[in-house]
């Protein structure tokens, strides 16, 4: 009964391969994060969804696009992947935008060779 | 613009002895800034948050931090490391654009 869940844990690929990582919760929030962390343990907030809808989108490639089917599900489609795309991604939720408390999934790992 | 500045990369302490994780922050109003942990390929976890009350914040495993605002600090404290708290810390703060910002982390080590 994880509370939030990532698929896959580990993503090997090469560089220009197209993949998707996705992210469920079963905590009944409204709100729910993409983030990215480097490899210097930097961790930076990528796209946000409410209900659905996207509230936060930072200056990310328009290689990464996010999508949420349902307010339990927001999974991450990316694009002719490069070399700098290897990272750990971070899916997350609170229980609605005003963040007080966010919930993390246990990362996915990225590789692109 | 909100931030936050961790001003150790590493911080090494023996078992049993207290543990000072530094935060300075940057705001141009009243914060909410918390503490996170992330144990080695693990997801992140809330240690706490202070969200304009007390000043002195409870958060689990025995860790606490300290809002002062004469200082932009908000510091995380523990009296006695226990090898489990070996990870690292990231102090956070929340912005205006309901955004949270994210320190560079601590790696906390804890020797027996």
């Known amino acids: 009964d994880t509370a939030v869940s990532q698929t896959p844990k580990y993503l090997v690929t090469q560089m220009g391969n197209d993949k998707s990582i996705k992210c469920e919760q079963n905590?009944?929030?409204?709100?729910m994060y993409w983030y990215k962390q480097d490899s210097k343990k930097f961790l930076k907030i990528m796209f946000s969804?409410?209900?659905?809808?996207?509230?936060i989108n930072e200056t990310v490639p328009n290689r990464f696009s996010p999508k949420s089917p349902d307010k339990a599900h927001l999974n991450l489609h990316i694009n002719s992947l490069e070399l700098g795309d290897s990272a750990v991604y971070f899916c997350?939720?609170?229980?609605?935008?005003?963040?007080?408390?966010?919930?993390f999934g246990p990362g996915t790992r990225l590789l692109v060779l | 613009a909100q931030s936050v500045t961790q001003l150790d990369s590493h911080v090494s302490v023996s078992e049993g002895t207290p543990v000072l994780l530094r935060c300075n922050y940057s705001s141009s109003y009243s914060p909410s800034l918390f503490w996170y942990v992330q144990h080695p390929n693990k997801g992140l976890q809330l240690l706490l948050k202070y969200t304009s009350a007390a000043t002195l914040v409870k958060g689990i495993n025995g860790f606490e931090a300290e809002f002062k605002k004469s200082e932009t600090s908000f510091h995380l404290t523990k009296p006695s490391a226990h090898m489990s708290d070996a990870a690292e810390y990231f102090c956070v703060v929340k912005t205006g654009f309901q955004k949270l910002v994210f320190g560079t982390g601590t790696r906390l080590l804890v020797s027996p």
């Open positions: 969804y409410n209900n659905k809808e996207l509230i």
């Open positions: 905590l009944g929030h409204d709100t």
């Open positions: 997350a939720s609170s229980q609605d935008r005003s963040q007080e408390t966010q919930y």
